[in-house]
Protein backbone atom coordinates (compact mmCIF):
# COMPACT_ATOMS: atom_id res chain seq x y z
CA UNK A 1 0.00 0.00 0.00
CA UNK A 2 1.83 3.55 -0.96
CA UNK A 3 1.22 6.67 1.05
CA UNK A 4 -1.11 8.32 -0.93
CA UNK A 5 -4.57 9.47 0.58
CA UNK A 6 -7.23 8.15 1.04
CA UNK A 7 -10.28 8.57 -1.30
CA UNK A 8 -14.07 7.26 -0.93
CA UNK A 9 -15.37 4.56 -2.70
CA UNK A 10 -17.77 4.20 -5.41
CA UNK A 11 -20.89 4.10 -3.45
CA UNK A 12 -24.63 2.96 -4.60
CA UNK A 13 -27.41 3.14 -3.04
CA UNK A 14 -31.35 2.32 -2.71
CA UNK A 15 -34.27 2.07 -0.15
CA UNK A 16 -37.29 0.26 0.35
CA UNK A 17 -39.98 1.41 3.04
CA UNK A 18 -37.94 0.14 6.13
CA UNK A 19 -34.43 -0.67 4.39
CA UNK A 20 -31.55 1.14 2.85
CA UNK A 21 -29.27 -0.75 0.61
CA UNK A 22 -25.39 0.34 0.29
CA UNK A 23 -22.83 -1.58 -2.61
CA UNK A 24 -19.25 -0.38 -2.16
CA UNK A 25 -17.96 -1.18 -5.56
CA UNK A 26 -14.71 -1.76 -4.70
CA UNK A 27 -12.44 -5.14 -4.56
CA UNK A 28 -11.52 -5.53 -0.94
CA UNK A 29 -10.59 -8.79 0.91
CA UNK A 30 -10.37 -7.53 4.58
CA UNK A 31 -12.16 -3.80 4.95
CA UNK A 32 -13.01 -2.32 8.28
CA UNK A 33 -16.97 -1.63 8.20
CA UNK A 34 -18.40 0.33 11.47
CA UNK A 35 -22.78 -0.19 10.84
CA UNK A 36 -23.34 3.14 13.90
CA UNK A 37 -26.90 4.76 14.61
CA UNK A 38 -26.15 8.15 12.34
CA UNK A 39 -23.47 6.60 9.91
CA UNK A 40 -21.47 3.69 8.16
CA UNK A 41 -18.08 3.70 8.21
CA UNK A 42 -16.01 1.72 5.23
CA UNK A 43 -11.96 1.44 4.65
CA UNK A 44 -10.22 -0.99 2.53
CA UNK A 45 -7.44 -1.54 -0.02
CA UNK A 46 -8.30 -2.01 -3.71
CA UNK A 47 -7.28 -5.27 -4.51
CA UNK A 48 -6.96 -4.35 -8.15
CA UNK A 49 -4.61 -1.18 -7.70
CA UNK A 50 -3.79 -0.88 -3.74
CA UNK A 51 -5.85 2.29 -3.59
CA UNK A 52 -6.86 3.10 -0.15
CA UNK A 53 -10.59 3.81 -0.13
CA UNK A 54 -12.19 5.24 3.05
CA UNK A 55 -15.79 7.12 4.06
CA UNK A 56 -17.99 7.74 6.40
CA UNK A 57 -21.23 8.38 5.60
CA UNK A 58 -23.32 10.40 7.86
CA UNK A 59 -27.07 8.96 7.66
CA UNK A 60 -30.34 11.06 6.59
CA UNK A 61 -32.16 9.20 9.85
CA UNK A 62 -31.17 6.59 12.58
CA UNK A 63 -30.55 2.79 11.83
CA UNK A 64 -30.74 -0.24 13.71
CA UNK A 65 -26.75 -1.17 13.59
CA UNK A 66 -27.83 -4.52 15.32
CA UNK A 67 -30.56 -5.81 12.70
CA UNK A 68 -28.11 -4.36 9.92
CA UNK A 69 -25.30 -6.39 8.17
CA UNK A 70 -23.09 -6.29 4.99
CA UNK A 71 -21.65 -9.41 3.03
CA UNK A 72 -18.31 -9.30 0.94
CA UNK A 73 -19.47 -10.40 -2.33
CA UNK A 74 -15.43 -10.46 -3.62
CA UNK A 75 -16.06 -7.69 -6.02
CA UNK A 76 -17.84 -5.15 -4.13
CA UNK A 77 -19.28 -4.62 -0.38
CA UNK A 78 -23.39 -5.33 -0.13
CA UNK A 79 -24.81 -3.81 2.90
CA UNK A 80 -28.38 -4.10 4.42
CA UNK A 81 -29.46 -1.19 6.86
CA UNK A 82 -32.62 -1.66 9.26
CA UNK A 83 -34.34 1.82 9.47
CA UNK A 84 -35.18 2.76 12.91
CA UNK A 85 -38.41 4.50 12.24
CA UNK A 86 -40.40 2.21 10.26
CA UNK A 87 -43.10 4.55 10.07
CA UNK A 88 -41.00 7.71 8.39
CA UNK A 89 -41.59 6.27 4.56
CA UNK A 90 -38.64 7.40 2.73
CA UNK A 91 -35.23 9.27 3.41
CA UNK A 92 -35.73 12.21 0.96
CA UNK A 93 -31.33 11.06 0.93
CA UNK A 94 -29.09 9.04 2.14
CA UNK A 95 -27.03 11.61 4.13
CA UNK A 96 -28.03 15.10 5.73
CA UNK A 97 -26.47 17.19 4.28
CA UNK A 98 -27.89 19.05 1.39
CA UNK A 99 -24.97 18.37 -1.02
CA UNK A 100 -25.18 15.28 -2.67
CA UNK A 101 -21.33 13.86 -2.66
CA UNK A 102 -19.74 12.86 -5.67
CA UNK A 103 -19.03 9.37 -5.21
CA UNK A 104 -22.70 8.86 -4.27
CA UNK A 105 -24.92 7.51 -6.83
CA UNK A 106 -28.65 6.12 -6.41
CA UNK A 107 -28.87 1.99 -7.53
CA UNK A 108 -31.80 2.38 -9.84
CA UNK A 109 -31.40 -1.55 -10.50
CA UNK A 110 -32.66 -2.26 -6.39
CA UNK A 111 -34.76 1.07 -6.06
CA UNK A 112 -38.16 0.70 -5.78
CA UNK A 113 -40.06 4.00 -5.41
CA UNK A 114 -42.59 4.84 -2.37
CA UNK A 115 -45.81 4.30 -4.41
CA UNK A 116 -44.45 0.92 -6.31
CA UNK A 117 -44.09 -0.55 -2.69
CA UNK A 118 -47.87 0.41 -1.53
CA UNK A 119 -49.24 -1.10 -4.60
CA UNK A 120 -47.61 -4.81 -4.63
CA UNK A 121 -47.56 -4.97 -0.54
CA UNK A 122 -43.97 -3.64 -0.14
CA UNK A 123 -42.09 -7.06 -1.83
CA UNK A 124 -40.63 -8.08 -5.24
CA UNK A 125 -39.38 -11.43 -4.12
CA UNK A 126 -36.74 -9.50 -2.00
CA UNK A 127 -36.90 -10.29 1.90
CA UNK A 128 -34.24 -8.39 3.64
CA UNK A 129 -34.87 -10.12 6.79
CA UNK A 130 -33.82 -13.49 5.35
CA UNK A 131 -30.27 -11.61 4.22
CA UNK A 132 -29.53 -10.18 7.47
CA UNK A 133 -30.14 -13.54 9.18
CA UNK A 134 -27.86 -15.07 6.38
CA UNK A 135 -25.16 -12.43 6.76
CA UNK A 136 -25.16 -13.55 10.46
CA UNK A 137 -23.52 -16.78 10.22
CA UNK A 138 -26.68 -19.09 9.73
CA UNK A 139 -26.60 -21.52 7.14
CA UNK A 140 -24.20 -22.76 4.50
CA UNK A 141 -22.75 -19.50 2.49
CA UNK A 142 -24.34 -21.40 -0.65
CA UNK A 143 -27.87 -21.12 1.35
CA UNK A 144 -27.16 -17.07 1.04
CA UNK A 145 -29.32 -15.07 -0.96
CA UNK A 146 -27.75 -12.98 -3.62
CA UNK A 147 -28.68 -9.24 -4.80
CA UNK A 148 -27.84 -10.73 -8.41
CA UNK A 149 -31.25 -12.75 -7.53
CA UNK A 150 -33.62 -10.27 -7.03
CA UNK A 151 -34.95 -9.33 -10.62
CA UNK A 152 -34.52 -11.08 -13.33
CA UNK A 153 -33.94 -9.64 -16.60
CA UNK A 154 -35.24 -11.48 -19.68
CA UNK A 155 -33.11 -9.20 -22.11
CA UNK A 156 -30.08 -11.35 -21.17
CA UNK A 157 -31.54 -14.63 -22.08
CA UNK A 158 -30.53 -16.24 -25.81
CA UNK A 159 -28.36 -13.49 -26.53
CA UNK A 160 -27.13 -13.98 -30.58
CA UNK A 161 -23.31 -15.38 -30.75
CA UNK A 162 -20.72 -12.34 -31.10
CA UNK A 163 -19.55 -12.99 -34.79
Same mark, same amino acid.
Given at each position: #? ?10 ? %? ?29 ? /? ?23 ? /? ?8 ? #? ?10 ? %? ?18 ? %? ?10 ? /? ?6 ? #? ?6 ? /? ?24
Amino acid at each position: #MSSETAVPPPVL %WAQRKEDVLLTFSVESKDPTIKIEKDSVYFK /GVNAQDNRLHEVTIPLYDAVVPENS /GFVNKGRCIE #MALKKEKKDAGY %WPSLTKDKKKPHYLKVDFNK %WKDEDDEEDNGG /GNNYDISE #MLRSISGA /GDKQDKPSFDDLESDSDDENLPDLE
